[in-house]
């Protein structure tokens, strides 16, 4: 391989990072701070980027599409959460097994919803950005993946700084921790998580709208991302806003060279593959404590 197309992966692998961070993030509150099974995260992204197609119909731009959905996917998540509380978590030590069954069934109640009211054809987007390109040199670089870049550290930044300078955030960086503690200091921890995956199932809507900028969809792409999305929480340390970017860098540079070496069928197992190395050597993640 030579310099230039090293660079070239590199480069691509960056922004493609970026954009794995902003698919992971939501995921990162719910399963990070939370510890709840959500497997079902990618799915409920599918739906956001099915609904930003929807919206799209009528001209709407998809980013400002991805941000009205927000409440709607809140108030949805705060529904999830709630039912799974009640039912699962609120009666015993089981919860875990039984919670991952429950997203798991609604991972599969998404994506069949999504098949009959959808089909299985691809959807897309347009936009302005989409189909574009900035040209630096001799490189070529998508505005869509840019888009996905700035979506991803605002994010990012927006999530640090929300769960770091106010009560409720901090509340929510310790309700895995000590319910009982933070039941001392006046905060009902049932609410707090409900709170919590509601931002973790908004930020998915918008997670949703970027992954329909960046290339087509269709009901079945959860199956594609649960694998990465993991990975990237994980090798970030649970929970961790800043390490989720680092870890999507991580994991979208290691992509890119390995698609760039060995070819498209390899790149996959780059995810299962860093997801199995980090948890033999350093289970807590390169950022966790």
């Given amino acids: 391989m030579s310099f230039e197309l090293l660079g070239e992966a590199v480069l691509f692998g960056v922004l493609l990072g970026c954009f794995y961070a902003a698919v992971s993030i939501g995921l990162s509150v719910s399963f990070g701070l939370l510890d709840v099974p959500h497997v079902a995260h990618p799915a409920i992204m599918v739906l956001g980027a099915y609904c930003t197609y929807l919206l799209g119909r009528y001209g709407w731009d998809p980013i400002l599409s991805g941000i009205a959905l927000m409440p709607l996917f809140f108030i949805l998540g705060v529904g999830i959460y709630r039912f799974y509380y009640e039912t699962f978590e609120k009666r015993g030590s089981d919860a875990g097994v039984r919670g991952l069954a429950f997203f798991f069934g609604v991972a599969f109640i998404i994506e069949v919803g999504l098949i009959l009211a959808f089909g299985v ?10 189909g574009r390109s900035l040209a630096l040199g001799d490189f070529r ?78 009901p079945a792409m959860d199956r594609v991302y649960i694998g990465r999305t993991f990975c990237v929480v994980v090798l970030a340390g649970l929970g961790s806003m800043t390490g989720t970017l680092a870890a999507g860098l991580i994991l979208g540079i290691s992509e890119s060279i390995v698609l760039m070496m060995f070819g498209a069928s ?10 199995l190395v980090v948890l033999g050597i350093r289970p807590q993640g390169l950022f966790g404590r």
């Fill in 121 to 130: 054809d691809q959807r897309m987007v347009e936009a302005d950005y989409i």
């Fill in 266 to 275: 390899w790149a996959p197992a780059v995810a299962f593959g860093l997801l």
């Fill in 141 to 218: 670089i998508p505005y869509r993946m840019l888009v996905a870049f700035g979506v991803a550290l605002t994010l990012t930044a927006s999530l640090t700084l929300y769960l770091s300078h106010t009560f409720t955030g901090r509340a929510i960086k310790a309700v895995a921790q000590d319910e009982p503690a933070l039941r001392l200091m006046g905060a009902n921890p049932v609410r707090i998580k409900q709170w919590a995956f509601g931002i973790a199932t908004g930020v998915s809507a918008l997670a949703g709208a970027m992954l329909i900028i960046v290339g087509p969809v269709e």
